[in-house]
């Protein structure tokens, strides 16, 4: 079953805007990834925020999380054409067996227009 | 680092038929993963690995669907009694003994029934 839900199912930008996505999520969580997707390929990991942290950085890319409401989002500033992908949350449980698979979200299709 | 291999890329099926996927996993990484992901849906978790052990088999994998991890090497899933419900893209994923948080996925086999 899905865990997050990620919100818009579609976003379209131009190239030097900044997108911004939400996931949302059900259970209690030990961290939470961003995943982004491109056609046809695989997913490439871009960022991992864990349960007690409330921001983070990697390059253009900034993640919030807030435990309290179970949301997270991603910001990605000054967007080129090569970020047109689909970006998945994945959550991580903290309780028992649980603890080592991902559970993902349905995705956010981002389009950077040039 | 040749990243996370599977073969073949794309099957195409008849009903009834049986298939069996291959996933390399990067070198080294004892943690194994199957996931399935079907149109505009996120990935989905269908039954881990640790070394040659399978840990956990989520309640997607019917008695259809088998896995196995020889050697604690590559791993093979088979779909046997192939049913058109089974069209998706099969992910494979790794992650090493240290720094497992993160999974590294391989570019998948799209399989289509008939």
């Known amino acids: 079953s899905q865990q997050g839900e990620e919100d818009p199912q579609a976003l379209s930008i131009q190239e030097g805007e900044n997108a911004t996505m939400n996931c949302s999520y059900k259970?209690?969580?030990?961290?939470l990834q961003w995943y982004r997707q491109n056609s046809g390929r695989g997913l490439v990991h871009l960022i991992l925020?864990?349960?007690?942290?409330r921001e983070k950085h990697s390059g253009r890319l900034r993640v919030t999380l807030d435990t309290s409401k179970k949301s997270s989002s991603l910001l990605i500033t000054a967007s080129r054409a090569a970020d047109t992908a689909s970006y998945f949350c994945?959550?991580?449980?903290?309780?028992?067996?649980?603890?080592?698979?991902?559970?993902f979200g349905k995705g956010t299709l981002l389009t950077v227009n040039p | 680092d040749t990243g996370v291999s599977q073969d073949p890329r794309h099957k195409i099926t008849k009903r009834g038929q049986n298939v069996t996927f291959r996933c390399d996993p990067i070198?080294?990484?004892?943690?194994l993963y199957w996931y399935r992901q079907t149109l505009g849906q996120g990935p989905e978790f269908l039954t881990y690995?640790?070394?040659?052990?399978?840990?956990?088999k989520s309640r997607l994998l019917s008695d259809r669907f088998s896995a196995e991890r020889p050697k604690g090497s590559f791993s093979t899933l088979e779909i046997q009694r192939t049913e058109q419900g089974d069209s998706a893209m099969y992910l494979c994923?790794?992650?090493?003994?240290?720094?497992?948080?993160?999974?590294?996925f391989g570019p998948g086999t799209r399989l289509l029934v008939l």
């Open positions: 994945a959550t991580r449980g903290n309780s028992g067996g649980s603890n080592y698979k991902l559970t």
């Open positions: 259970t209690s969580i030990n961290n």
């Open positions: 925020i864990r349960s007690n942290e």
């Open positions: 070198s080294e990484h004892n943690r």
């Open positions: 690995f640790q070394n040659e052990a399978q840990l956990e």
């Open positions: 994923a790794s992650s090493p003994f240290f720094q497992w948080e993160t999974q590294y």
